[in-house]
């Protein structure tokens, strides 16, 4: 029982001893991401980025490269993407809470940072860790900007007017849809939440013409 019980320690400590080892042979980040700007190739893997990265990675900074040339680099101020800005009118950006810089990297421009996302004009209440922190996109709110951005109120969701069918009613919809169009694919069904209707004269006297008999005398 005893001898079971040692191996069973020694087994547990070589699995600690390779996970710790597995752990510390991965590579960093500012290893993994490194680029090489004259081949842009990344000297890990040798795989070449793609044509069309080349101008923002030439022209544009990752997030660390900006962070590490600021004051407390740059906790509390905010930092948002050439794509938000191009794709969207209304501010997305990400407002700095913590930083944690790998002192390895050369030039400290790698590392994690934790922040509110404000996406489209909506932020959001927890703060997360920021993705994409690698991507060759990141811009600096300027100081005169920031309150405007912050400002900004978004427009109201417009009212939702149609939702999903039930599965098993959604699927007899779709089959019969189907059989009478044949090869064309049917579409998707959807209940409507509202019903416009007009009430009129016929209205009403079809109503009347649906209601089934009524049965006996009437008291």
Do not use: C
Request: hydrophobic residues 35%; without cysteine; charged residues 30%.
């Amino acid at each position: 029982m005893v001898k079971k019980k040692r191996l069973r320690l020694i087994a547990e400590m070589a699995r600690k001893i390779r996970a710790y080892r597995e752990l510390k042979s991965r590579p960093r980040d500012s290893q993994k991401y490194a680029v090489d700007y004259e081949t842009m190739k990344r000297p890990l893997t040798g795989k070449m980025l793609p044509v069309m990265a080349w101008q923002d990675v030439r022209r544009e900074s990752r997030l660390f490269s900006l962070l590490a040339g600021m004051r407390t680099f740059g906790v509390g101020r905010l930092f948002t993407r050439k794509s938000w800005l191009e794709d969207h009118t209304e501010p997305s950006y990400w407002q700095i809470t913590k930083v944690k810089v790998d002192y390895t990297a050369e030039n400290m421009d790698h590392g994690k940072a934790w922040g509110i996302l404000t996406y489209k004009g909506k932020q959001e209440t927890d703060v997360k860790e920021v993705d994409k922190v690698m991507y060759h996109d990141w811009r600096l709110v300027p100081k005169h900007l920031e309150q405007q951005m912050k400002d900004f109120t978004p427009l109201p969701e417009p009212p939702l007017r149609y939702v999903p069918y039930p599965p098993l009613l959604r699927a007899m919809m779709l089959a019969q849809n189907s059989r009478v169009a044949g090869s064309v694919p049917p579409e998707e069904p959807a209940l409507p939440l509202k019903r416009d209707v007009l009430l009129n004269k016929d209205y009403f006297r079809q109503q009347e013409q649906e209601k089934p008999g009524k049965e006996g005398t009437a008291v």
